[in-house]
């Protein structure tokens, strides 16, 4: 007999995305400064503070992680992290990193379409 274990391809989709945006908004707020570079010229010729940026960027990063492994608020989640991802890649250009971004895109965006998955916490706590 043959279990079905496609159940569970939203669930890891989720989060895997969801542990990559946790752990990179830790690390932007622990050691801000080793992300300056990913910032953009148009915001730096603007004067605004690079720590500020990062920080901003961090505290964003971490929430969506924390929501997407929680399951809690998932799709509002989801929908800031396209939109994030979305304005990242733009602004990056064409290099490996937003290659990487891309890919987490289209993951995040399947993530959105299926919506809460049965082991997301704010299914179960509704």
Not at 75 to 88: D, E, S, V
């Amino acid at each position: 007999m043959k279990k079905d274990i496609s159940k569970y391809a939203p669930v890891i989709a989720r989060l895997g995305v969801g542990i990559v945006f946790f752990i990179f908004g830790i690390w932007q707020l622990s050691n801000p400064s080793s992300w300056f570079g990913y910032i953009p010229d148009f915001i730096l010729n603007a004067g605004i503070f690079p720590g500020y940026v990062i920080f901003f960027n961090g505290i964003l990063d971490f929430l969506i992680g924390f929501a997407l492994l929680t399951g809690f608020f998932l799709r509002p989640a989801a929908a800031l992290g396209i939109l994030h991802l979305i304005i990242t890649t733009t602004t990056l250009g064409f290099n490996d990193v937003s290659v990487r971004d891309f890919g987490l895109l289209v993951v995040l965006i399947s993530v959105f379409l299926h919506g809460p998955d049965y082991f997301c916490l704010g299914k179960r706590y509704k």
